[in-house]
């Protein structure tokens, strides 16, 4: 297994992306319509990762940008989490919650204070990610979906 950085709108990147909106679609009716600029994930203002299996297939992805204080609810020096994914063969080897370590480590580096994401209830596993790995629900909810009942924000200080 390898991780590496890679663009946004990388050929492995974009396949993952189009697995993941399936599974959005799936799961809630529609995809994710967030809209994402692949310059955003370049660091250092962001970044993004594929990780590979022992046959050079791409099998999780995840990203952080950043986010500033601003009409979408965001406050200054967040690192919004994006396209957290891995697909359904590589599930339960832990590659979520390395690809997690290594984006909160970075943006940790780049000076941001906080890690901020967004998912939604019909995505359990992730929510019980991100709670075992330190994350809170938010006080004060953000990004596009922000007024949905179905969504969850959640965040994770950097700040000691």
Known sequence: MRIVTAAYDHPDAVKLTDQVQQEYVERYGDGDLTPMDPAQFDP???LYLIAYDEDGS?????????????????ADGDAELKRMYVVRGARGRGLARKI???????AR???????????????P???????????????????LYRFHDSSRCFTKSFVV
Do not use: C, H, N
Not at 126 to 131: F, G
């Open 109 to 123: 580096r780049a000076g941001r204070t906080r890690m901020v994401l967004e998912t939604g209830v019909m995505q």
């Open 58 to 74: 791409p099998v999780a992805t995840g990203g952080w940008r950043s986010q500033e204080a601003g009409e979408e609810g965001y």
């Open 125 to 143: 596993e992730a929510i019980a990610l991100y709670l075992s790995s330190g994350y809170e629900p938010a006080e004060r909810k953000f990004g």
């Open 100 to 106: 997690l370590a290594a984006l909160e480590d970075d």
């Open 44 to 46: 250092p203002r962001g």
